[in-house]
């Protein structure tokens, strides 16, 4: 029972990641394109962005989600050490420990490869 509670806090942390991310109010974007029709505003930095491609803006995403991937893991690596040091002695909490030690190291090879494989993709097709 433990298992799935953990897993559906993570589905429902990932889904929230990407709610935060890819929710964008269309009154912003009409604002922001009205803001851009004046002259005097055309070297702001909000519209020199607006002529970013996509994957330029994929890539800032994704950089921004493996970061906080990566932030999760190394504090899960931190709460296992503490779970560890303070286990006194106990098999269980022990192994525990480990196993969360694991499944963080896991995760940040994954996220290191995502990172490495979007941005292979990124260069070769952009």
Do not use: H
Not at 89 to 116: H, P
């Amino acid at each position: 029972m433990n298992k799935i509670k953990q897993l559906i806090v993570a589905a429902i942390l990932v889904g929230g990641f990407g709610l935060v991310t890819f929710a964008v109010p269309v009154g912003a974007v009409s604002a922001i394109s009205d803001t851009c029709s004046d002259p005097a505003n055309k070297d702001s930095v909000i519209c020199k962005s607006q002529n970013d491609n996509v994957g330029s803006i994929t890539g800032a995403v994704v950089n921004t989600l493996l970061f906080l991937l990566g932030l999760a893991a190394v504090i899960v690596i931190i709460i296992a050490g503490f779970i560890y040091v303070t286990s006194s002695g106990e098999a269980a909490a022990i192994t525990r420990a480990k196993n969360m030690i694991l499944y963080a190291v896991v995760g940040l090879v994954v996220a290191f490869s995502a990172y490495a494989i979007i941005n292979w993709v990124l260069k070769a097709f952009g």
